[in-house]
Structure formats: structure tokens, C-alpha cells
């Protein structure tokens, strides 16, 4: 549902979570939130997370305990990174309107605010609380990316081939052409800004692929289509989250939905796969992780195509986590944790492309 502005952390008062939550009819009528504690989870840089602590008049807990909120982010260039990018008109769109249809874990939303031409919006989101985030920088486990690749395969089998909303825009291999001439403005400072960062190895394919979007969209572009996420990588996946009807087996949550497109499901799978686990531990277990994908959405109702049509596009698609790397670390606020991060995902990134041989690929070499 729509709901009301709430411009900053500070415009979350008890009355707009109350009316919020009453207006989804969450909460039974005559239910009041008395009192709240916010407090700033997660590292995002595009959007602003509050977790909010709910007092209840009753006494008792007539509704949750707590919720979350995401809001614009309050360093002004990250937020009008958000708006020219489009990343809150598509987060919003998703909950209006797909959240209900896929398949993967995601939050349960209450309402959802959005002035496009400002940037404002509001979402007020389930806490999924006591599930954690995974660490983009140290990587996951074997297991954990089991259970996120699971996932995945909930979500791109519940939309595969289907009919798509007109505003849901393409991926980026779909759109490669206008985001090549963003990467390659942007990908001679980024060389600089990690030269003594990053290898010389790394750094030449950072700006090899610069040259090469034409091409690399041509191939990783191909393939079926689904729902996408497009930034599905550790940082936004909450491990253990209760299951939204209350089961007692904990599911992998999907947040973080300001890059969802209609694209190739493999450019999610490659993007996971290459950023989520070390480089060693990827190398011993990608084809076994490649492999229950594709089972699980066997499993689900979906035939995919042979994996002998669906391997150019996942080997094309390593390449892709470059721009997630690139883009946010020249054009967002930057504190040490993000650099690390950025820096971590472009070595392991360029390290998969090179390993799967993705530059001859898209080369035609």
C-alpha cells in the first residue's frame, strides 16, 4: 500500500509506523505504537536501514516487536545516484509489485512512499531479525552458498520466461551499450584510485573490459529470462530467517532490491558465485554449485536449456560483478569498509573472468 512521507529517520514516529501498519491491516484496529527506539543497521550506501524498536499501549505486543524502514541515504551525491539511476523507483516497484510473486524469502512490506522526482521514498519492511547478514569480504562457506544458490533458483524459477512489468527495465548485458559508456568514463579514475590496491593482473581486466561491452552484451545477454536481482552477493542475503508462514526451517531472506531486472538468470549465478566465495574455495566447488542449480530448478518445474547454451552466457556474465564493483566505488560516499569491499569484489570478479577465459570468450578468441 501507499503510504505517507517520512523524508529522515527522525520523521519515523510512533503515528506513521501505527498508520502504517494499520492501513496493511497488520495490526488488529484500536492497536497503538506508544513509543520507539531506531537504530542503523547494515552498510548500504545507496538507502538508509533503521530497525525500529516498538513500544505497544496495550502493554503487550499488538504487533511486531519491530520493524524495519529503509529511507534514501543521506549523503546527498549517493542519493541522487539513487534517483538518476532509477534504483528507488525499482526497489519500490518490487514490492508493489513482484514481492509477492517470487519465489525466494523476502520481507514481508507494509507500505511503500515514493516521489521519483525528489528521491524520497519509504518502505516499511518485516524485520527478519535474528538473521544475519553475510560478509561480503570474508566470504562464505561451502554450505552457506548452498543454501543461497537454493535460493536463487526459487527466484528466477518462479518468474522464468514469463510476462514482465513494463517499468521492470533490462539487465546489463541487455543494456550494455549506455552502461559501457558509464563504466567507461568511470574505469580509468577506478585503475588510479586501486593501482597499489589491486594486482596489475586484476587491474588489466578492470580496463579491458572497458573495450569490450558490444560484444560482452551480445553473449551474456542470451539465454531465457527471468526476474533478476542483480546485486545478489553476501551483504544481502540474511541467513536464518524464520519462514514467513512460521515453519521451523530457517530460509535464506533476499533484500535489497534496487537493481532488480529482467535478464539472464546466469548473470545472478555468476555474480554469487564470483563474489561470495574465496577464489580457492571457488575454484574446487563451482562446477558442484553450478550443477544444484540447475538441479533445483529441475526440481522446481523449470527446464532450463543444456548447459552447453547456457555456459557461454554464465562464462560471459564473470565479467558483470566488474561494473557492481566500478560504478558504486566512483560514485557513492566512501568509507573503509565500502573501499575494502569494492576493491575485494573487483580482485575476486576479474579473477573468475580470468579464470573462465571470459575476455577471449567475448573476443571471439
Same mark, same amino acid.
Given at each position: ?12 514516529? &510512533? ?60 549523503? *546527498? ?38 516521489? &521519483? ?14 538473521? %544475519? ?30 510476462? *514482465? ?6 539487465? *546489463? ?14 574505469? =580509468?579514475?577506478?585503475? =588510479? ?27 551474456? %545477454? ?8 542483480? /546485486?545478489?552477493?553476501? /551483504? ?19 533484500? /535489497? ?7 539472464? &538468470?546466469?548473470? /545472478? ?36 536449456? &543444456? ?16 561494473? *557492481? ?12 569498509? %565500502? ?27
Amino acid at each position: 500500500m501507499t503510504v505517507a512521507a517520512a523524508a529522515s529517520p527522525d520523521a519515523v514516529t &510512533p503515528e506513521w509506523v501505527t498508520d502504517v501498519l494499520l492501513s496493511a491491516g497488520a495490526v488488529l484496529p484500536g492497536a497503538r505504537v506508544s513509543g520507539l527506539r531506531s537504530e542503523r543497521i547494515g552498510d548500504g550506501k545507496i538507502g538508509c536501514n533503521v530497525r525500529v524498536l516498538l513500544e505497544w499501549s496495550s502493554g503487550a505486543a499488538a504487533g511486531p516487536r519491530s520493524v524495519v524502514v529503509k529511507l534514501p541515504a543521506e549523503d *546527498m551525491a549517493s542519493r541522487m545516484t539513487g534517483v538518476g539511476l532509477g534504483l528507488y523507483v525499482k526497489e519500490v516497484g518490487f514490492y508493489r509489485e513482484l514481492a509477492a510473486q517470487v519465489g525466494c524469502r523476502v520481507p514481508v512490506c507494509y507500505g511503500t512512499y515514493l516521489d &521519483p522526482v525528489t528521491g524520497e521514498f519509504a518502505l516499511l519492511l518485516e524485520d527478519l531479525a535474528p538473521a %544475519s547478514a553475510g560478509d561480503q569480504l570474508a566470504g562464505c562457506s561451502v554450505a552457506e552458498a548452498e543454501l543461497a544458490v537454493d535460493e536463487l533458483a526459487r527466484l528466477h524459477a518462479s518468474c522464468w520466461e514469463r510476462p *514482465m512489468p513494463d517499468w521492470l527495465p533490462p539487465g *546489463m548485458a541487455e543494456s550494455a551499450g549506455g552502461v559501457g559508456v558509464i563504466y567507461g568514463g568511470l574505469v =580509468e579514475g577506478f585503475v =588510479e584510485k586501486y593501482r597499489g590496491e589491486l594486482t596489475d593482473e586484476v587491474l588489466a581486466v578492470v580496463a579491458e573490459f572497458g573495450a569490450s561491452f558490444e560484444s560482452w552484451g551480445r553473449v551474456a %545477454s542470451g539465454g531465457p529470462r527471468s526476474v533478476v536481482h542483480g /546485486d545478489f552477493r553476501l /551483504d544481502n542475503l540474511l541467513f536464518g530467517a524464520p519462514r514467513p508462514e512460521g515453519g521451523s526451517e530457517p530460509r535464506v531472506a533476499v533484500v /535489497d532490491w534496487q537493481t532488480v531486472a529482467q535478464a539472464s &538468470p546466469m548473470s /545472478d549465478l555468476a555474480y554469487f558465485v564470483g563474489a561470495g566465495l574465496r577464489p580457492e574455495t571457488r575454484r574446487a566447488h563451482e562446477g558442484a554449485l553450478v550443477d544444484r542449480y540447475l538441479a533445483r530448478l529441475r526440481g522446481l518445474g523449470v527446464e532450463p536449456p &543444456p548447459w552447453s547454451e547456457l555456459e557461454p552466457v554464465y562464462r560471459a556474465q564473470t565479467l558483470g560483478g566488474l561494473i *557492481m564493483a566500478v560504478l558504486p566505488a566512483m560514485l557513492v560516499a566512501e568509507d573503509t569498509r %565500502s573501499r575494502a569491499m569494492f576493491a575485494t569484489m573487483a580482485e575476486r570478479h576479474a579473477l573468475h573472468a580470468i579464470d573462465r577465459g571470459a575476455l577471449d570468450l567475448v573476443r571471439g578468441r
